[in-house]
């Protein structure tokens, strides 16, 4: 769980701000409030804490921050679910850093796609890949509690895996389990660049957000035990649902430095017509 909003200490007065922090806590504890339930009004708070509304402001920017709100301009303020705990430098699958000490969520997943084409030079660069190497492309969405919470990209070198059962990845399958039963690829090790940005119109799209929602953006590359780079790819998560936690190794920088313009953009794989899409 983020930090909760600093409250006052022991010979210091509690500030406006945090009063009404105090009161929006016992309205949703006294009130048995759960996920999804709306909040009084910014006015009706004012008039219930009997501060101004610059006040209240104050105390919902600090609860949005910590996750336990959530605000819809024009539709209201409602009471936030507890943010989902990953690890994504774990190796494995990404189910497999969603496993923290709390409970594995209920996590559904939806293949939006698995086609070949041609890698942009980053790609095949960070994959070592000569010019215009055939990739396989897997597009998902990870679907949590009927919201959808997680879009993935997966890039593999036709290469290393000649086969890919589309039937098993949409039937359910774990991607990483048919890489290495079926090709030996199996992840070691990663490298990842975490950005917080502005979500795409493909990502407002598949993950249902708006404009003014921010996303958690995971560029990485997986690596087999012998230091083969097998699969790059890129995770993108509503900020406002998770909480990360990252270490790993420090000695490999295959990644390119991203940038405001170029980063999203260049993390892609351009179709290739003369090959099947399957």
């Known amino acids: 769980m983020p930090p909760m909003p600093r409250m006052a200490g022991p010979g210091r007065p509690q500030l406006r701000y945090e009063q009404v922090i105090g009161m929006i806590e016992r309205l949703i504890v006294d009130g048995g409030l759960v996920p999804g339930d709306v909040l009084p009004t910014n006015k009706e708070l004012a008039a219930m804490a009997g501060v101004s509304l610059i006040s209240v402001r104050r105390a919902?920017?600090?609860?949005?921050?910590?996750?336990?709100i959530r605000r819809h301009q024009g539709v209201g303020t409602f009471v936030a679910a507890e943010r989902i705990f990953s690890s994504p430098a774990r190796a494995g699958g990404l189910l497999a850093t969603l496993t923290g000490d709390a409970p594995t969520p209920q996590v559904d997943t939806q293949v939006l796609e698995?086609?070949?084409?041609?890698?942009?030079?980053?790609?095949?660069?960070?994959?070592?890949?000569?010019?215009?190497?055939?990739?396989?492309?897997?597009?998902?969405?990870?679907?949590?509690?009927?919201?959808?919470?997680?879009?993935?990209?997966?890039?593999?070198?036709?290469?290393l895996a000649p086969t890919l059962d589309a039937d098993a990845l949409y039937d359910g399958a774990s991607l990483y389990d048919l890489l290495a039963r079926r090709h030996g690829l199996t992840d070691a090790f990663e490298e990842q660049c975490l950005d917080i940005t502005v979500p795409t119109a493909a990502?407002?799209?598949?993950?249902?957000?708006?404009?003014?929602?921010?996303?958690?953006?995971?560029?990485?590359?997986?690596?087999?035990?012998?230091?083969?780079?097998?699969?790059?790819?890129?995770?993108?998560?509503?900020?406002?649902?998770?909480?990360?936690?990252?270490?790993?190794?420090?000695?490999?920088?295959?990644?390119?430095?991203?940038?405001?313009?170029?980063?999203?953009?260049?993390?892609?794989?351009?179709?290739?017509?003369?090959?099947?899409?399957?």
């Not at 919902?60 to 336990?68: M, P, S, Y």
């Not at 215009?132 to 919201?147: D, H, N, S």
């Open 114 to 159: 698995v086609s070949q084409g041609i890698p942009t030079a980053d790609i095949a660069r960070s994959l070592e890949l000569s010019a215009r190497e055939a990739v396989w492309r897997i597009l998902r969405v990870r679907v949590i509690g009927a919201r959808p919470m997680i879009s993935e990209q997966s890039v593999i070198p036709v290469r």
């Open 60 to 68: 919902l920017d600090e609860l949005e921050h910590a996750g336990r």
């Open 203 to 278: 990502d407002r799209k598949v993950l249902k957000l708006s404009a003014r929602d921010r996303v958690a953006r995971i560029r990485g590359v997986s690596f087999t035990t012998d230091g083969t780079p097998f699969d790059c790819f890129q995770q993108v998560y509503p900020a406002d649902g998770f909480a990360f936690y990252l270490s790993g190794r420090t000695d490999r920088h295959v990644l390119p430095v991203p940038t405001a313009t170029g980063a999203r953009k260049a993390w892609n794989v351009v179709p290739d017509r003369a090959r099947q899409t399957v």
